[in-house]
Structures are given as structure tokens and as C-alpha cells.
């Protein structure tokens, strides 16, 4: 079986999309774990900004400092707000990534098949082969015995 048949040139891309895919897959997971942990550490240093304007009010607060709180509170929940929009794009990329992971390994598993198919049937093949030049062998063999008995 040569190496270059078109079924296994189609079984080594196949097999190098998958690689890449799942190098891919892998990326895009580390990214989403990125965004999602860049939410969640806003979204604590906000509940401890909050926490600190509770007692600074509770200590007495100018309206210049309270504007102050507010403003970076804002400031924060739109960090916050656009963080979120970042890990929903970032799981729509890892949700892709994943189809195409699935469809390329799909896709391998479809030529494998097919190249398994290929394997059984050259050996089927072969094994047909084989039986047939053994009964020609046996049925020359029987032939020259008969041949041999009546001189």
C-alpha cells in the first residue's frame, strides 16, 4: 500500500486540522478562563470599593467624596459591564472552537473508517488470492499424481 494514496494524503490532514484544532480549543479555554477570572476579581474589588464607601459614610463623608465613590463606582460596574460582554465573546469563541474540533474529528474518524474498510478488504483480497493459487497448486499436484499412476 503506498503512502500516498489519496485516502491517507486525506487521513494526514485530517489528522493535522484535529491537531490544530485542539491547540486551538486549548488557546481559546485559556482565554475564556482569562476573562472570567478578570470578571470575577472586578466584580470583588467592587463589592470591597462598596464596602468602603458603607464606612466612610458611616464616619461622615463630604459630598465631594461621596461624588468621588460614586464616580469610581460607575466607572467599575462599566469595567464590570464590558468585562462580561468579553467573557460571552470569549465563550462564544470556545463554544466554535469546539464545533470544529468535533466536525474535524468527525471527519477522521469517517476517513479511518474508511481506510480500516480498505485494510480488511485488501485482506480479504489477498486471503482470496492465496486460497485460489493453493487449490491450482493442489489441483496440479493431484494432476501430476494422476499422470505419474498411469505411466
Do not use: C
Request: hydrophobic share 40%.
Amino acid at each position: 500500500m503506498p503512502p500516498s494514496q489519496p485516502l491517507d494524503i486525506l487521513i494526514d490532514l485530517a489528522r493535522e486540522k484535529v491537531e490544530n484544532a485542539t491547540r486551538e480549543l486549548g488557546s481559546l479555554q485559556s482565554a475564556r478562563t482569562a476573562a472570567e477570572r478578570q470578571l470575577t476579581m472586578l466584580e470583588e474589588y467592587l463589592g470591597d470599593y462598596r464596602v468602603r464607601l458603607k464606612e466612610a459614610q458611616q464616619r461622615g463623608l463630604t459630598a465631594a467624596g461621596w461624588q468621588n465613590y460614586q464616580r469610581f463606582i460607575a466607572t467599575l460596574e462599566g469595567a464590570i459591564a464590558e468585562q462580561r460582554r468579553a467573557l460571552e465573546h470569549a465563550i462564544g469563541l470556545l463554544d466554535a472552537g469546539r464545533l470544529a474540533w468535533q466536525d474535524h474529528k468527525r471527519r477522521l474518524n469517517s476517513f479511518d473508517a474508511l481506510a480500516e474498510r480498505r485494510v480488511r478488504s485488501e485482506a480479504m483480497a489477498n486471503g482470496r488470492r492465496e486460497q485460489k493459487a493453493n487449490d491450482e497448486f493442489s489441483a496440479r499436484l493431484v494432476q501430476r499424481r494422476a499422470v505419474s499412476r498411469s505411466h
